[in-house]
């Protein structure tokens, strides 16, 4: 394993890729290039492929658009999706120690990177073979397409894909902020709730909450039917915002004191939702991909089939419904939902404890090697460890629980954006608001940069 991961860095060496700027742009600068990149995306995302016929329609799951930022039938149909399977894949592979690499060595992670980048584009390749030879945007219009344009549509998904890919390599080498594949799950998310609130389709029938407030009386209904949006997903939606902004600045506190300042003691702050939102977007990205396999057996063995049958109706009910009319009409979906998901959550967030080096012991080691005792326990790893895997593991376990119920309660009252999308952009934006806060202090206090290092 680990030959094949040196072959696939040895690989990426040999891609075009982007150098870090020399010198640091300012932030402002950095702010309008991240903007920039965000607008080629949308455009990006409204460029239809040439040779797929304009009648041809392929319906998109909205978990899988919002989690994998894609836009059926454009240059953005794969979206983040290559990126993000790459990466999980490798994340796993390393931290069940399948693959041996040291991620805190630069030369280790130079070589992770490489692979995920080399991975990622296979992937790209990958899904975009089986969308066009299994003749998904061709099915039921009657028309037979040429080698010459299913080679034209591969290169055209692989191309998006590929885009995607020095987009977020521009950002995290330091001529942006953040990284695109947080930039373009948030902007997804935020279409998404604006298009709830105001978007009209008159052709389809189809209006967002405003627009059906002032033309029909029957939006003024708690709930629509059609999983169209309504005042409880708009209730949901506000209730949720303010609801996960308040939780993801819960911490716990754990004493602590240092033998080389006797008298002065601090506090270890672990955050409330330890496990941030990784679990839940682990659970999001394994349905998204369910969903995507589902769309390619389609394809490829027909709707008739016996086998893609089963597995859309296995499928069926683990994926989120859409509001309370959807949630009520099968209940057994709707609790079947809710158990897998939670308990789906549980094991990723356990296993991210372990593969993030999030757990007790490493937690542990790091406090003893920094210098710091807890008050009344030996400085030694094994008892601050024991000490701490009281604190860790049942916040790794409940924060689960409790993202992983947020996204079930804001997914049956039909929140715009999903509940698994808002919980995601609420992270997102903490994330970019401490970027930003942390940027200009840099660039307030140079002095700042010499002792990082970052000069």
Known sequence: ??????????????????????????????????????????????????????????????????????????????????????????????????IDLDLTQPEARKKFTGAQKTLAILFAFFEASAFVIGKRYWAGTGVEPSTVIMVLVILQLAFGAVMVLMFDE???????????????????????????????????????LIPALISERSALLLARPNAYPDVTGALATATMIVFLAYVQAMKVEIPVTSPRFRGIRSRVPLQFIYVTNIPILLVGILVSDLQLIQGILGDFLGPTHGFYQAYSKALYYISPPRGIVEASLDPLRTLTFATTWTIMAVIFGLLWVEIAGLNPREQAQRLVKGGLE????????????????????????????????????????????????????????????????????????PLIKRILGEE
């Open 374 to 445: 807890i008050p009344g326990v030996r400085r030694n790893p094994q008892a601050v460890e024991g000490i701490l895997s009281q604190y860790i593991y049942p916040l790794a376990i409940l924060s689960s629980i409790m993202v992983a119920g947020i996204v079930v309660v804001a997914d049956v009252l039909g929140a715009y954006g999903t509940g698994t999308g808002l919980l995601l952009a609420v992270g997102i934006i903490n994330q970019y608001y401490a970027l930003i806060v942390r940027e200009r202090a840099l660039e307030a206090y």
């Open 1 to 98: 394993m680990p030959d094949v991961l040196g072959l696939l860095a040895s690989v990426a060496e040999r891609l075009p890729s982007v150098s870090k700027p020399a010198p640091r742009p300012t932030l402002y600068r950095r702010l309008a290039l991240t903007g920039l990149v965000l607008v080629l995306y949308f455009i990006m995302a409204n460029i239809p492929l040439y040779g797929v016929p304009r009648q041809a329609g392929v319906a998109q799951l909205e978990l899988l658009r919002i989690i994998f930022a894609s836009s059926a039938g454009t240059l953005m149909e794969l979206g983040i999706g290559p990126i993000v399977t790459a990466g999980l894949i490798l994340q796993i592979l390393v931290g069940a120690k399948i």
């Open 170 to 208: 521009l950002l995290q080498k330091g001529w942006g902020i953040g990284s695109a594949v947080s930039l373009f799950i948030l902007a997804g998310v935020a279409h998404s709730v604006f298009w709830s609130f105001m978007g009209v389709v008159p052709g389809v029938a189809y209006y967002g």
